[in-house]
């Protein structure tokens, strides 16, 4: 089964989690148990925390904007074509620092929606 979206038919909705956050699943669990495809788009000055996640790959890719991302213990810069892949039990976490969204493709395996 292909999935396939026009850029005008992505939709974003509150992420469930993160105020300030809104996410845009274009695949996940209703599609299997492989993969789970999303665009987040983090209003400016909105943190989504350290965390984990117990058994998936996370996969991010900044589409857009600016800001921070937490990985190897530290918070780095992160900027429009930087990408980062964070393995399962591995503490991350991403924040807009700029006056601008930061807008990231995020790929989830297994997916997490």
């Known amino acids: 089964m292909a999935i396939f979206f026009r850029a005008d038919n992505i939709h974003f909705e509150p992420h469930p989690k993160f105020d300030g ?52 213990g530290a918070w780095q810069p992160i900027g429009s074509g930087d990408y980062c892949l964070v393995f399962p039990k591995e503490e991350h976490g991403v924040k807009c620092a700029s006056g601008q969204e930061l807008k990231l493709f995020i790929v989830h395996s297994p997916p997490l929606f």
């Open 21 to 72: 956050v809104k996410l845009a699943k274009l695949a996940g669990k209703r599609q299997g148990s492989i993969i789970g495809v999303s665009i987040l788009s983090i209003a400016p000055g909105v943190e989504i925390p350290v965390h984990t996640h117990d058994d998936s790959v996370d996969s991010i890719y900044c589409l857009k904007g600016s800001g921070e991302i937490y990985f190897d």
